[in-house]
């Protein structure tokens, strides 16, 4: 078997995380290597964050052109192609592609394509084709995630789908169920609702993005069940059993008793768990915990000269985490100062409409970490640009420390949520109080006033309230 040898730093996985470590890596003159099973750009570029986007986009636009007449507008009668939304969807992330695989050229980064298994100390077997095995001084392990499983409900990739699959069906299923009811799950809703398919939801927790902020959940939750979508919280999945026809039943044990959900796709969006099987950890010495690999406060795992980064050392599970996390990795190897990115210095974003984005804590959270809080809250309605864009649906809440301003959290729902949470990311990452962004002037008309707005409201010196 072949080996190379001449590498200062190997990564394994050529994901948001890996791919920009990489890059990073050879800017900083390190010769540089990226083992990648499938497509570089990783299951986000390729069958997530980027997809998922564009198939969004397509809905949001259809749903804005029901409204033609709001905007004096007339149109005829607006459908839609599902096969042109799902190729331009398969398009775009090719495009994406494309362009990190310039990268990885322009940035003189070799590129070894088959699967990877860690083999002793600073190697690295290339598994598919000719085997070869690549050896380096560093490596950093950045292999991502898959979807969870729900014991005893077996996923056949046709009916009982993932993400993947449903990012690429070739029709638009009539009817669908959705288990878990977090980002991925209520994007798809989203998507698929928009699109004329009847879509319930059915989540264990007791409501919607539980990993929001209370308030955020249960408003968004309010609007969609107005539009007509199914939302069964507080539920569990008994049971998928063959229905008549194409149809699936399942048997769902809600609050109001056992039910049947008859549908044509159950969609399993019950999150990740980290990739870090039958990669050679345990041979390598690398200690995982609860399903990720355990890393220090420098990404360092427990075996000599091997760090990973993204999705799998665990939550966050964002694929800008990852980049961040690659970034610092790759430095504090040259033995640079590195600042560890904790939890809630994440934003968070879930791209159904309207928006949800937040930064931080949650209010509940930061009480029970013994805040004394103060909350600042403001809707879009009342924004001269909402109306104008006839979006007003939402608002923005801001968590502060009584006691001395710290601005402990974000929460915006609303249509350009995702576009507006880097500001408060900003202002947490800077240390600064939520007075900062009370007194920042703030463009009018614009939706980043109702940032100000709540700023202003949680220290106590609103105007418009």
């Keep these: 078997m072949a080996e190379i040898n001449n590498f200062d730093l190997l990564v ?55 409204h033609a007449s709001d905007f004096g507008l007339t149109a005829g ?41 860690l083999e002793g100390k600073g190697r690295i077997r290339v598994e598919g084709g000719n085997e070869i095995v690549v050896s380096a001084r560093e ?9 969870r499983g729900i014991p005893g409900i077996e996923a056949d990739r046709q009916k009982v789908i993932y993400s993947r699959e449903a990012l690429v069906l070739e029709q638009r299923p009539e009817s669908l169920v959705i288990i878990g009811a977090g980002a991925i799950g209520m ?10 398919s009847r879509v319930t939801v059915v989540e264990l927790l007791e409501r919607i ?37 194409v149809f699936l039943s399942v048997i769902v044990q809600s609050p109001a008793g056992i039910e049947k959900v008859d549908c044509e796709k159950v969609l399993l969006a019950v999150g990740v768990t980290g990739n870090v099987e039958g990669i050679g950890l345990e041979s390598a010495g690398v200690e995982v915990e609860r399903g990720f690999i355990k890393v220090d406060h420098e990404f360092r795992t427990t075996a000599s000269g091997i760090r990973a980064i993204g999705d799998c050392i665990g939550p966050p599970l964002l694929a800008h985490a990852a980049s961040r996390e690659g970034i610092s990795a790759v430095e504090s190897i040259l033995g ?26 949650t209010e509940s959270a930061a009480i029970s970490l013994g805040y004394e809080v103060t909350v600042g809250k403001f809707p879009f309605r009342p924004l001269g640009k909402a109306q104008a864009l006839g979006e007003p649906e939402g608002f923005v809440k801001v968590v502060a420390d009584k006691k001395n301003g710290e601005l402990l959290g974000v929460h915006i729902l609303g249509s350009e949520a995702t576009e507006m949470i880097p500001e408060a990311s900003l202002a ?25 707005e709540a700023a202003s409201a949680a220290t106590g010196k609103a105007i418009h309230l």
């Design 209 to 245: 993005l539980p990993q929001e902020d209370e308030e955020i959940s249960s408003e968004l939750q309010r609007l969609y069940e107005r539009k007509g979508m199914r939302i069964l919280t507080g539920s569990k999945v008994e049971e998928i059993k063959p229905g008549a026809g």
């Design 187 to 196: 994007e798809f809703a989203y998507f698929f609702h928009t699109f004329g």
């Design 336 to 361: 640079r100062k590195v600042r560890f990115v904790e939890k809630d210095q994440v934003p968070g974003c879930t791209y159904c409409q309207p928006q949800v984005a937040s930064v931080g804590l």
């Design 428 to 452: 947490r990452w800077l240390g600064a109080g939520a007075e900062v962004l009370h007194l920042a002037v703030h463009p009018h008309p614009s939706f980043s006033e109702a940032m100000m």
């Design 12 to 66: 394994l996985g050529g994901g948001p995380g890996g791919y920009v470590a990489a890059i990073r890596a050879a800017q900083l003159g390190l010769k540089t290597a990226v083992v990648e099973e499938d497509r570089l750009g990783g299951v986000c570029l390729n069958w997530g964050c980027i997809p998922s986007k564009a198939l969004l986009a397509s809905a949001q636009l259809y749903e804005k052109l029901q």
């Design 77 to 117: 009668e607006i459908s839609f192609d599902w096969e042109s939304i799902i190729r331009r969807s398969r398009q775009i992330a090719d495009r994406s592609y494309r362009g990190v695989s310039y990268l990885m050229k322009k940035n003189g980064i070799t590129v070894f394509q088959g699967r990877g298994v």
């Design 139 to 147: 490596i950093i392990l950045a292999t991502g995630a898959h979807p």
